[in-house]
């Protein structure tokens, strides 16, 4: 089951130490870098928010990827200002996001290079879990320690986790809604992780609170951030005439209707005996990457697919529910 945390702004567990210093000061400042996320919820009523947290002075925000952000998020920082965010890239293996808000002059963490917590070390778990914080409110915090180093193992529902790479088992309950693309740090306010969205280990069963190593996640965010890992569409890539590139009907693709500027491309139907139907995709799919191009409308899906010639596969990344998984369509 997922833990519960008391209803209060700071939740404080016991602590892995008596020796320990005063934690206040690292949280203070914590909380003025970690963010909340507001987006689209999912299917079933889950929830439209989650975390993230700073790490630029011009409002780079680095959040988990997940369906909250099938529209494009709004970020309230620390002293209450909200902001429309702009999705800058992601990393589906990572299932992290990177947003930028329209700032500047912002509290930021700085992400290093080397982890600088180890085993049995305390570290706090700040973070909008179940909503508490709305406008002004502070993030909620969580004080615990490091349990273990080691890699995941996991699954989510009947799916196994895309991110297969170190991470930092928590001896405290970072899993909650909310929680997800929180910061985790160190007794003087470090970055050292990022909480991860909600897991059960694979072997066990059990709920799983886990970050990322910050040191994990330096690479891709500066990659995405200054531009070396791109997914846009470039506008001035050669179309191929219609009869030779792939459409959404050579594929057996029927989307929702495309009604808005930018709707989201969510399948509606599967085409018996396609390329869709033989690559199992379902309805209410939300196609992501397209042969690693990112999707962020129906417009931008039907542009890729008029740049890749109809005798070749695709690969696509989709988001099912909670998992982010890949797809190989081909034909016969």
């Not at 470090?190 to 991860?196: C, H, Q």
């Given at each position: 089951m997922m833990g519960v945390a008391l209803m209060v702004h700071v939740v404080w567990g016991i602590p892995c130490s008596s020796a320990e210093p005063s934690l206040d000061r690292a949280a203070q400042q914590a909380?003025?870098?970690?963010?909340?996320?507001?987006?689209?919820?999912?299917?079933?009523g889950l929830e439209a928010y989650q975390s993230g947290f700073l790490v630029s002075p011009e409002g780079h925000v680095v959040t988990a990827w997940s369906y909250v952000l099938d529209v494009e998020p709004?970020?309230?920082?620390?002293?209450?200002?909200?902001?429309?965010a702009k999705i800058v890239g992601f990393e589906p293996s990572l299932e992290l996001a990177v947003l930028k808000i329209?700032?500047?002059?912002l509290p930021f963490f700085r992400i290093e290079q080397q982890s600088t917590v180890d085993w049995g070390d305390a570290v706090l778990a700040v973070s909008n879990l179940f909503g508490i914080a709305a406008g002004r409110e502070s993030a909620s915090v969580m004080q615990g320690c490091v349990a273990a180093k080691t890699t995941l193992d996991a699954r989510r529902g009947t799916f196994k986790t895309p991110y297969r790479g170190p991470v930092l088992i928590l001896d405290l309950i970072a899993n909650n809604p909310g929680a997800a693309g929180g910061a985790l740090v160190d007794?003087?306010?470090?970055?050292?992780?990022?909480?991860?969205k909600e897991l059960r280990d694979a072997t066990t069963g059990v709920w799983i609170n886990y970050a990322l190593p910050a040191s994990a996640l330096r690479k891709t965010i500066g990659d995405i951030i200054a531009g070396r890992l791109t997914q846009s569409v470039d506008d001035g890539e050669p179309k191929l005439p219609r009869d030779q590139a792939h459409s959404l009907a050579s594929l057996g693709l029927v989307m929702v209707p495309d009604v808005l500027e930018s709707t989201p491309a969510y399948v509606d139907e599967v085409v018996p005996d396609s390329w869709a139907a033989r690559g199992a995709l379902r309805p209410?799919?939300?196609?992501?990457l397209v042969n690693g191009r990112r999707i962020d409308s129906q417009r931008s899906l039907r542009e890729v697919l008029?740049?890749?010639?109809?005798?070749?596969g695709v690969a696509l990344t989709i988001q099912r529910d909670s998992e982010?998984?890949?797809i190989q369509l081909r034909g016969n």
């Open positions: 909380q003025q870098r970690v963010v909340k996320v507001y987006g689209a919820g999912g299917i079933a709004t970020v309230v920082i620390d002293d209450g200002r909200r902001f429309d329209d700032a500047s002059g007794v003087d306010g470090n970055l050292v992780g990022m909480l991860g209410d799919d939300l196609v992501l008029r740049t890749i010639d109809r005798r070749d982010i998984l890949p």
